[in-house]
Nanobody
Framework: QVQLVESGGGSVQAGGSLTLSCAASVDTGSVDAMAWFRQVQGKEREGVAALEKDGTTNYAESVKGRFTISRDNGKNTLYLQMNSLKPDDTAMYYC???????????????????WGQGTQVTVSS
């Protein structure tokens, strides 16, 4: 069983930055992939950024060039650095882990079998 705990959310003005953290109960280098997703109430959860065990990354088009996913295996922690935030980035952000997947750095919700509780990010204009 993998436990994931997100932190770092908050309120920020447009153009600002936030860094989200996800503390994992297992070695983050041992899972196939980890990712960040976000969800606005009433809408489907969407993939934001994914990080494969070999270091391959994948980003949603809407965040490319602004967000960076990374991990510190020594701390068993996944990060999401978010810059140039926009009001459209407002959502609950979730950390996810896939113990095994054939897909590479996928942003598909169904590929991930462990999820955190989420941390809210609110960007005001």
């Amino acid at each position: 069983q993998v436990q994931l705990v997100e932190s770092g959310g908050g309120s920020v003005q447009a153009g600002g930055s936030l860094t989200l953290s996800c503390a994992a109960s297992v070695d983050t280098g041992s899972v196939d992939a980890m990712a960040w997703f976000r969800q606005v109430q009433g809408k489907e959860r969407e993939g934001v950024a994914a990080l494969e065990k070999d270091g391959t990354t994948n980003y949603a088009e809407s965040v490319k060039g602004r967000f960076t996913i990374s991990r510190d295996n020594g701390k068993n922690t996944l990060y999401l650095q978010m810059n140039s935030l926009k009001p459209d980035d407002t959502a609950m952000y979730y950390c996810a882990a896939a113990s095994y997947t054939d897909l590479i750095a996928t942003l598909e919700v169904w590929a991930y079998n462990y999820w955190g509780q989420g941390t809210q990010v609110t960007v005001s204009s």
